[in-house]
């Protein structure tokens, strides 16, 4: 995971990481401090660290147990299946893709329809031409 570059990881022991987070916005990851601990600390967004994990945990040793974290800004701890969601969202240039995708894809849309309708009414009026010269 620390070849990865995107978060470090670091065996603590737990009397120490609960000291050192309380009073900080971490103070909420305590409870999830009990037995064996690894606290991985991501560089970038999220969902990458966490991502990063999941992907290290298959490949290793699927007992290993995500047990909770707690995401900067945020004073809530999550729990592991809160943070797997967390890490099954696409990644943050996936999303700007698919938003820009959508915004690039209303216009053209809206021009299709546009030329239906006009389309429509050309083919409405030659019937309606035709009829009246019958």
């Known amino acids: 995971m620390r070849d990865s570059g995107k978060s470090d990881c670091i065996v603590v022991k ?7 987070f309380s009073e900080t916005q971490f103070e909420s990851i305590k409870p999830f401090l009990k037995g064996p601990s690894l606290l991985i ?7 990458t660290a966490i991502k990063t994990f999941l992907e ?5 040793d699927p007992l290993l147990a995500l047990k909770g974290g707690v995401i900067a800004g945020d004073t809530n701890a999550l729990d592991s299946k809160s943070l797997k969601q967390i890490g099954d969202l696409p ?10 995708g959508s915004l690039t894809s209303c216009p053209s849309q809206i021009v ?23």
Do not use: M
């Open 14 to 20: 737990n009397a120490l990481a609960e000291r050192a």
């Open 41 to 47: 600390l991501g560089k970038e967004e999220a969902t």
């Open 56 to 60: 290290f945990q298959k490949k290793v």
């Open 91 to 100: 990644s943050k240039e996936v999303l700007l893709a698919q938003i820009a």
């Open 112 to 134: 299709q329809a546009i030329n239906q309708t006009i389309s429509s009414i050309g083919d409405l009026s030659v019937k309606v031409a035709e009829q009246q010269n019958k």
